[in-house]
């Protein structure tokens, strides 16, 4: 089974679902992770498009991480965080830390990550840079989740975006609760190195490490272009990377 953890469906393609369903099917993907970014995305529209999957998507929640954030009241985000759970049945937090406007190793954060924990659902970070000019490129930096593990050990911590090269592998292998998750990032470095990703696999331990392309309607290339670089690793090692790993943290 192919879980990738790290999908869109955006608001304006809501009446798509179909089409999104059908590029799974032809881009060998059984379930789909679709993640929001409060407050762009409600989790109550994540919900919705769960129940017209059948079966194919996993919804993830998305909270502000900040109850309060420059004078304008907010709900709860654990609060909000548990109904999403509870109630909505989502199975995971998405937070991002250059559009939600927070650094990875705020203490601020230990309320809602550690939240996350008791609810038995992971935490699915950006890290590294992005295009838009929301946010501090250094708020991202994946370092800083060194510092998130240790105040939030309970919890598991999904590094996204996880630079091959650089420390993530080291935070992986560090700590118990960190895992990392290939978008973008291996299909660019990976490409250019062969042999890295299954050095990475090693160092990092293939129980560590999810599928994820960042995968929204039309950016097929995306899968595809990390399915090639994937291609090196033992057989045993991909079906844990490609849907084993997933389907444990998420209890599926």
């Given at each position: 089974m192919r879980i990738d953890v790290h999908t869109h469906i955006w608001n304006d393609q809501f009446d798509r679902l179909d089409q999104f369903i059908g590029s799974l099917d032809e881009l060998a993907i059984d379930r789909a992770c679709v993640l929001p970014i409060a407050p762009y995305m409600r989790n109550e529209d994540m919900a919705d498009l769960v129940e017209r999957s059948n079966g194919r998507i996993v919804g993830w929640a998305s909270v502000l991480p900040f109850a309060e954030t420059t004078g304008i009241p907010r709900v709860d985000p654990v609060e909000d965080l548990r109904h999403a759970i509870e109630d909505l049945g989502l199975k995971?937090?998405?937070?991002?830390?250059?559009?939600?406007?927070?650094?990875?190793?705020?203490?601020?954060?230990?309320p809602v990550v550690s939240a996350a924990g008791e609810l038995g659902v992971p935490v699915l970070f950006h890290t590294g840079p992005a295009n838009g000019r929301a946010g501090r490129m250094e708020n991202a930096r994946i370092e800083l989740l060194d510092d998130?593990?240790?105040?939030?050990?309970?919890?598991?911590?999904?590094?996204?975006?996880?630079?091959?090269?650089?420390?993530?592998?080291?935070?992986?292998?560090?700590?118990?609760?960190?895992?990392l998750e290939t978008s973008i990032t291996w299909a660019r470095w990976c490409k250019l190195m062969p042999g890295l990703a299954s050095m990475v696999t090693e160092h990092a331990g293939a129980d560590k490490i999810l599928y994820g392309t960042d995968f929204s309607i039309g950016r097929d290339e995306r899968v595809t272009g990390l399915n090639a670089v994937l291609e090196e690793l033992d057989p045993a090692d991909l079906e844990k990377i490609s849907g084993q790993n997933a389907a444990r943290i998420l209890n599926l």
């Open positions: 995971g937090l998405k937070l991002h830390p250059l559009i939600q406007g927070f650094a990875l190793n705020d203490p601020g954060l230990v998130l593990a240790i105040m939030c050990p309970n919890t598991i911590m999904i590094a996204g975006h996880a630079s091959p090269l650089g420390p993530a592998s080291y935070l992986a292998r560090k700590h118990p609760n960190v895992y």
